[in-house]
């Protein structure tokens, strides 16, 4: 029997052992492993900015842009309605420190109240911490719902004289540097608890060969001790057992006495959810709806049929359709947006809706794109599609319509 624990145990570390061999560094932060349906119909990203791609250790950048939490947020998530979000960033580890957050002109230092259709200008404030070439993500997450990522830059951070520091300034008049701020008091008990767990480990699986005696100990009933003749539990362990959370006691109180003598001065941990004001009505100018789409397999194409309606005095123009963190974008609009999230398509017209006239447009967007980042629901339960049209005129002036239409996943 402890031939084969001893074998299978050797086995486990030699498979850890080449999986951490075979480990590369990750480059994107999971967006495939939400189901397409909730990256199409929950959140879509636009404008998003980064004030620098290339920055030193204790540089700040800023990440700007603008999220929708869309109508056509799935049912089956946070009851159907969004209530609270927090608004964040997503990296490789802590590389980056958020040092300041607004939204919609509104300091949000923790979460803030939503709801569907809510439109939110955030802007981040980030201090590079460790050196490297970093994916930064901004990214929103929702109650009961999870994270979900926004357009992602590669950010490259190098060493500055002395590394990362983070002064920070003391209500009592003293300062201290967060990075490095009670380092070994929290090294020291860390080890000491890991010492403890550890003794009641090897305690239990070598001298006792617990694991090696699992059909004794599945036979006998919980807290029931074996006796001395199966010599599963004796009043020796029942000894060791007491030592050991008399040490643990000892510690948690020493640790208790020592925090209450040093810092006499405490402050209660603060929580404040603030509902971000809602931003300016902007001029409507034209209103767009899906009537239907359609995904070609043979030449990986989607094709989504949309019905614009003019609301102004002036040409309107079919911008761009996005949907999560992608863009799909009119050439002939003239948007200045560049990135990896960024790509091209087609219209069956010229995209420009005249004054007081409703016309039909076919978006023909590019499958591949969808398919790479696994978004097209096909062959899925819910077959639909969702995003945000964007239009807009001459003066400047953008609207946003959430659409949403069933897919046709056959060949045209």
Wanted: hydrophobic share 40%.
């Amino acid at each position: 029997m402890r031939r084969r624990v001893l074998s299978i145990l050797g086995a486990a570390f030699t498979a850890m052992a080449v999986v951490g061999l075979a480990a590369t560094t990750a480059s994107a932060h999971g967006e495939r492993a939400q189901e397409g349906f909730v990256r199409m119909e929950a959140v879509s990203w636009w404008d998003v900015q980064f004030s620098q791609t290339s920055v030193k250790q204790g540089d700040t950048m800023t990440i700007t842009g603008t999220a929708k939490i869309l109508e056509t947020w799935p049912s089956n998530m946070s009851g159907g309605s969004p209530s609270v979000c927090y608004f964040t960033v997503v990296e490789p580890g802590a590389r980056f420190v958020l040092i300041d957050r607004q939204i919609n002109g509104v300091e949000t230092p923790q979460s803030n109240f939503c709801h569907k259709g809510g439109v939110y200008n955030f802007s981040m404030t980030l201090r590079a911490r460790d050196s490297g070439q970093w994916h930064v993500h901004p990214a929103v997450a929702v109650e009961q719902s999870g994270t979900l990522i926004g357009p992602g830059q590669w950010v490259t951070t190098a060493d500055a004289p002395g590394g990362f520091s983070y002064p920070l300034q003391l209500l009592d008049g003293g300062s201290i540097d967060l990075e490095s701020y009670g380092t070994w008091l929290i090294l020291g008990f860390s080890g000491l608890t890991l010492v403890l767990g550890m003794w009641w480990m090897l305690y239990w699986t070598v001298p006792k060969r617990t694991v090696t005696r699992l059909a004794v100990a599945n036979y006998l009933p919980l807290n029931q001790d074996g006796g001395e003749a199966v010599g599963l539990i004796t009043r020796k362990d029942h000894r060791h057992m007491a030592i050991i959370t008399g040490v643990t006691i000892v510690i948690l109180g020493g640790g208790f006495l020592f925090q209450a003598l040093a810092f006499p001065g405490k402050l209660p941990l603060q929580t404040d959810w603030i509902t971000p004001p809602d931003l300016p009505a902007v001029t409507q100018i034209a209103k767009a709806e899906a009537t239907g789409a359609t995904y070609d397999p043979g030449t990986h194409l989607l094709t989504i049929d949309a019905k614009v309606q003019n609301l102004s005095k002036e040409p309107v123009t079919l911008a761009a359709f996005r949907t999560a963190y992608l863009a799909f974008v009119n050439v002939a609009a003239g948007l200045a947006e560049s990135g990896d999230y960024i790509h091209q398509m087609r219209l069956s017209t010229d995209g420009v809706v005249q004054p007081g006239q409703t016309a039909t447009v076919k978006l023909m967007v590019p499958g591949q794109v969808l398919e790479q980042e696994e978004m097209l629901p096909v062959g899925k339960a819910q077959l639909q599609v969702a995003g945000v049209i964007e239009l807009s005129d001459a003066a400047g002036n953008r609207n946003f319509s959430t659409v949403e239409t069933a897919l046709n996943p056959t060949r045209t």
